[in-house]
């Protein structure tokens, strides 16, 4: 298997556009996570999913956050309106979803918004 | 709320030395623990996994401890060598069913020759 995989692996855009990020996660596996690392925070969870269900969202910062996880193998965190403040790593990682299984962290997307 | 920190925040050893790198939380009802790697630009890699009723856990130079009780895990690593070098970062699971992680702020290792 590949691994996670993420994309774009950087991404430039301007304060007030949409951002889409994208994250296939291994197959077979049915948790899926959002990360968020900055040198201020740290990784921070944002939301995971469980059979493609949003399970806990709290982490998502502002209403100008969404994620979505239409089928199996496909996710998408999106940004609108961006702002200079989103600017970080977003890392995706899947795991099986059982009891002490090890997550696997996609390389990141690194986003910066001007 | 689950705090997970690390200590110290930078080492610099010479290759060849044993080195101890800490992690404690302040919670202890966790479920596992995992030690991951980050090297620059990239995302992180799964060293170990420790499960809460587990005490250690090796793999290769490197060897997991875990106390529950105290909120404590180290990261051993023996016989440095400078591919060592890297962000350590540790991570404690809070729920059962999925790998849930709060992670650490890490420690970023050099490994001098």
């Known amino acids: 298997d590949a691994g996670v995989i993420q994309s774009p692996r950087h991404e430039v855009t301007e304060m007030g556009q949409e951002v889409t990020l994208r994250c296939k996660p291994i197959?077979?596996?049915?948790?899926l996570f959002w990360y968020r690392q900055t040198m201020m925070r740290g990784l921070e969870l944002l939301i995971y999913?469980?059979?493609?269900?949003?399970?806990?969202d709290s982490g998502m910062p502002e209403d100008r956050f969404s994620a979505k996880m239409p089928n199996a193998s496909f996710s998408t965190l999106k940004i609108q309106p961006s702002e200079p403040r989103d600017s970080a790593v977003y890392f995706c990682?899947?795991?099986?979803?059982?009891?002490?299984?090890?997550?696997?962290f996609g390389q990141g997307t690194r986003l910066t918004v001007v | 709320k689950q705090e997970v920190t690390q200590i110290p925040a930078a080492l610099s050893v010479p290759e060849g030395e044993n080195l101890v790198l800490n992690c404690s939380f302040t919670?202890?009802?966790?479920?596992?623990l995992q030690w991951f790697r980050q090297d620059p630009g990239k995302g992180l890699t799964s060293l170990l996994l420790?499960?809460?009723?587990?005490r250690e856990q090796t793999s290769g130079r490197l060897n997991a401890s875990l106390d529950k009780s105290s909120g404590r895990s180290t990261l051993y690593i023996a016989a440095s060598q400078p591919g060592d070098s890297a962000t350590y970062l540790c991570?404690?699971?809070?729920?059962?069913?999925?790998?849930?992680?709060?992670f650490g702020t890490g420690t970023r290792l050099q490994v001098t020759l």
């Open positions: 990682a899947s795991s099986l979803g059982r009891r002490n299984t090890e997550a696997f």
């Open positions: 197959s077979g596996h049915n948790s």
């Open positions: 999913f469980n059979n493609n269900v949003p399970i806990d």
């Open positions: 919670d202890s009802a966790i479920y596992n």
């Open positions: 420790i499960q809460s009723s587990q």
């Open positions: 991570a404690v699971s809070i729920t059962g069913t999925a790998s849930k992680l709060t």
